[in-house]
């Protein structure tokens, strides 16, 4: 079951009925929400295994890398070791001003849209906005289309996409003048210390956001209230409509310090297309063609397990396909999913504009992949 997972991915996979039992005592799962959501690394118990037959060697080289001694490999298997010393150069929360222990969040009933365990990043030295410091557009106006913006840097839909041409790409989806963040902004709540979300990293990574969507757009969408809790059972994020935006900070807390700040970034990303793509009527131009475009993709394909863990528990069920990520197939069994279908399309395609060498990837991956994102990219246009 791990070969259509990342590393990440299916470590995160590891869990048990026994430990869902004990956190939904705890109050720690969300009422109403799926249950079947990955848990956590920390509630692995000594000694749990599962087979790497299915990795190649750099996955494998990936693995042993990001966690150390807490995983042991030996041929086709990877035993976990929870209580073995952690990498050195990973983050380390401070323990300065302890906070008293956050009150369970009260989630409205609708399922949370979310965001998965996502691959490890190695963005480029020195990429915009791996310092929180928010990306200010450049002084050039914003092609008219697409196609367009994509003519302007070199690329066609039938050529592949070089990491210079992506992060020019980024940039020239810049609006001249974007609305601002406190225009939009309700409330924004970090943990009091943490070594990557930090207030003035949500605010930047938000701005860079808003930075690329034409104001009539953003006119229509609610405020947003981001928040952050410690833990989502297994989900890095969450969208909660009404402008409601969770993110899970316990995650980033062990993690190489580059990789756990490109995951921040592509998570809100990602969270912040949800607020996009729920909030506009069903009748919008971009969510119908979203629509069409899944139906078109899958047509004749059943619902099917996508991700499984090592126990044969379901993660999460919808169409496989051939999307350049699996999750984009999913399905929420939301009561108005039959008329905004795609859920995960869109949001896995406009995450990647937080990280250049992402969306090199993800364009690169198949012509189809090409397809998926200049759709996504239509609404940043008026």
């Given at each position: 079951?791990?070969?259509?997972?990342?590393?990440?991915?299916?470590?995160?996979?590891?869990?048990?009925?026994?430990?869902?039992?004990?956190?939904?005592?705890?109050?720690r799962l969300v009422p109403d929400a799926p249950t079947h959501?990955?848990?956590?690394?920390?509630?692995?118990?000594?000694?749990?295994?599962?087979?790497?037959?299915?990795?190649?060697?750099?996955?494998?080289?990936?693995?042993?890398?990001?966690?150390?001694?807490?995983?042991?490999?030996?041929?086709?298997?990877?035993?976990?070791?929870?209580?073995?010393?952690?990498?050195?150069?990973?983050?380390?929360?401070?323990?300065?001003?302890?906070?008293?222990?956050?009150?369970?969040?009260?989630?409205?009933?609708?399922?949370?849209?979310?965001?998965?365990?996502?691959?490890?990043?190695?963005?480029?030295?020195?990429?915009?906005?791996?310092?929180?410091?928010?990306?200010?557009?450049?002084?050039?106006?914003?092609?008219?289309?697409?196609?367009?913006?994509?003519?302007?840097?070199?690329?066609?839909?039938?050529?592949?996409?070089?990491?210079?041409?992506?992060?020019?790409?980024?940039?020239?989806?810049?609006?001249?003048?974007?609305?601002?963040?406190?225009?939009?902004?309700?409330?924004?709540?970090?943990?009091?210390?943490?070594?990557?979300?930090?207030?003035?990293?949500?605010?930047?990574?938000?701005?860079?956001?808003?930075?690329?969507?034409?104001?009539?757009?953003?006119?229509?969408?609610?405020?947003?209230?981001?928040?952050?809790?410690?833990?989502?059972?297994?989900?890095?994020?969450?969208?909660?409509?009404?402008?409601?935006?969770?993110?899970?900070?316990?995650?980033?807390?062990?993690?190489?310090?580059?990789?756990?700040?490109?995951?921040?970034?592509?998570?809100?990303?990602?969270?912040?297309?949800?607020?996009?793509?729920?909030?506009?009527?069903?009748?919008?131009?971009?969510?119908?063609?979203?629509?069409?475009?899944?139906?078109?993709?899958?047509?004749?394909?059943?619902?099917?397990?996508l991700v499984t863990n090592a126990f044969g528990q379901v993660?999460?069920?919808?169409?496989?396909?051939?999307?350049?990520?699996?999750?984009?197939?999913?399905?929420y069994f939301r009561p108005d999913e039959a008329q905004r279908?795609?859920?995960?399309?869109?949001?896995?395609?406009?995450?990647?504009?937080?990280?250049?060498?992402?969306?090199?990837?993800?364009?690169?991956?198949?012509?189809?992949?090409?397809?998926?994102?200049?759709?996504?990219?239509?609404?940043?246009?008026?």
């Amino acid at each position: 079951g791990l070969m259509s997972m990342t590393v990440n991915e299916a470590l995160h996979t590891f869990g048990s009925d026994p430990a869902l039992k004990a956190a939904a005592k705890k109050g720690r799962l969300v009422p109403d929400a799926p249950t079947h959501q990955v848990p956590n690394l920390s509630s692995l118990e000594d000694g749990l295994e599962a087979s790497i037959k299915d990795l190649d060697e750099t996955a494998r080289n990936k693995l042993q890398e990001v966690f150390g001694k807490q995983v042991t490999i030996e041929g086709d298997t990877a035993t976990w070791n929870p209580h073995a010393p952690e990498n050195d150069d990973l983050v380390k929360v401070q323990d300065a001003n302890p906070q008293p222990p956050r009150q369970p969040e009260k989630i409205p009933p609708k399922p949370a849209l979310q965001s998965p365990i996502i691959s490890a990043i190695q963005p480029e030295p020195g990429f915009p906005g791996m310092g929180g410091k928010s990306i200010k557009p450049k002084a050039m106006p914003k092609a008219a289309s697409v196609s367009e913006a994509l003519t302007a840097v070199g690329v066609t839909p039938q050529s592949q996409m070089s990491l210079h041409q992506a992060d020019q790409l980024i940039q020239s989806l810049h609006e001249a003048k974007p609305v601002k963040l406190t225009s939009k902004i309700a409330t924004i709540t970090a943990p009091p210390v943490h070594p990557i979300l930090t207030e003035d990293f949500l605010k930047n990574t938000t701005q860079e956001f808003l930075n690329l969507l034409p104001k009539a757009l953003v006119k229509k969408l609610p405020q947003l209230k981001i928040d952050t809790v410690p833990d989502l059972w297994g989900s890095l994020g969450e969208y909660h409509d009404d402008g409601k935006l969770v993110i899970a900070s316990d995650y980033f807390i062990g993690r190489p310090i580059k990789q756990a700040t490109a995951d921040a970034r592509q998570i809100l990303f990602h969270e912040l297309t949800h607020w996009v793509h729920t909030e506009l009527p069903v009748s919008d131009p971009w969510v119908k063609a979203i629509t069409d475009h899944f139906n078109a993709r899958t047509v004749g394909e059943t619902i099917e397990p996508l991700v499984t863990n090592a126990f044969g528990q379901v993660v999460y069920s919808g169409k496989r396909d051939k999307w350049f990520d699996v999750y984009m197939g999913r399905y929420y069994f939301r009561p108005d999913e039959a008329q905004r279908l795609g859920l995960e399309f869109p949001t896995k395609c406009l995450e990647k504009l937080a990280d250049p060498a992402a969306l090199s990837r993800a364009w690169n991956h198949s012509p189809e992949s090409r397809d998926d994102i200049m759709l996504a990219m239509r609404i940043l246009f008026p």
